[in-house]
């Protein structure tokens, strides 16, 4: 019996970072929900441009889930899918009614906020994993939010 899975990964590792990856997955899912929550309830002087730049976010979130999704089948796993399960194990926070423009970017920060700190964790794995596709997937992710953030935050002033 192998110890590696069908893409030569140590099955160990490879456990390891899709369990690492199912929290991420769910935490992309609730935080999915929260910015879908903040294009549909968001009013004010600046609803035009935070309608659709939220827009934006959540279509690229969601893209992102079924990405993290892919991952962990590929690493011979199955991703939650239930949100049951997303709710047990996420750190974000279902987000309700708010419609002020400036606390939903709040919310958009603190979102990608946390899901940096948790691709970076894994990101440290894959690499002690020498899984070089997780790796290069959460690395472009973070590279990408860190910049989001950059820009809400100038936003916000």
Same mark, same amino acid.
Not at 66 to 81: F, N, S, Y
């Given at each position: #019996? $192998?110890?590696?899975?069908?893409?030569?990964?140590?099955?160990? $590792?490879?456990?390891?970072?899709?369990?690492?990856?199912?929290?991420?997955?769910?935490? +992309?899912?609730?935080?999915? #929900?929260?910015?879908?929550? *903040?294009?549909?309830?968001?009013?004010?002087?600046?609803?035009?441009?935070?309608?659709?730049?939220?827009? =934006? +976010?959540?279509?690229?979130l969601l893209a992102k889930i079924?990405?993290?999704?892919?991952?962990?089948?590929?690493?011979?796993?199955?991703? @939650?899918?239930?949100?049951?399960? *997303?709710f047990k194990i996420a750190t974000?926070? !279902?987000?309700? &009614?708010?419609?002020?423009?400036?606390?939903?970017?709040?919310?958009? @920060?603190?979102?990608?906020?946390?899901?940096? %700190?948790?691709?970076? =964790?894994?990101?440290?794995?894959?690499? %002690?994993? &020498?899984? !070089?596709?997780?790796?290069?997937?959460?690395? &472009?992710?973070?590279? =990408?939010?860190?910049?989001?953030?950059? #820009?809400?935050?100038?936003?916000l002033g």
């Open positions: #019996m $192998s110890d590696t899975n069908s893409i030569g990964l140590h099955a160990g $590792s490879a456990s390891h970072l899709a369990e690492r990856l199912n929290a991420l997955l769910a935490n +992309y899912q609730l935080f999915y #929900m929260n910015v879908r929550g *903040y294009h549909w309830n968001v009013k004010g002087d600046n609803f035009f441009e935070l309608h659709t730049k939220f827009e =934006e +976010y959540y279509t690229d079924d990405e993290v999704a892919e991952r962990i089948l590929t690493l011979g796993h199955k991703p @939650v899918h239930a949100y049951s399960d *997303y974000i926070e !279902e987000q309700k &009614d708010i419609h002020d423009g400036a606390a939903c970017v709040r919310g958009i @920060v603190q979102g990608y906020q946390t899901l940096i %700190d948790l691709q970076r =964790e894994i990101l440290s794995l894959a690499s %002690d994993a &020498d899984d !070089e596709g997780t790796a290069s997937q959460v690395g &472009d992710y973070i590279r =990408e939010q860190e910049k989001t953030i950059w #820009m809400l935050n100038a936003y």
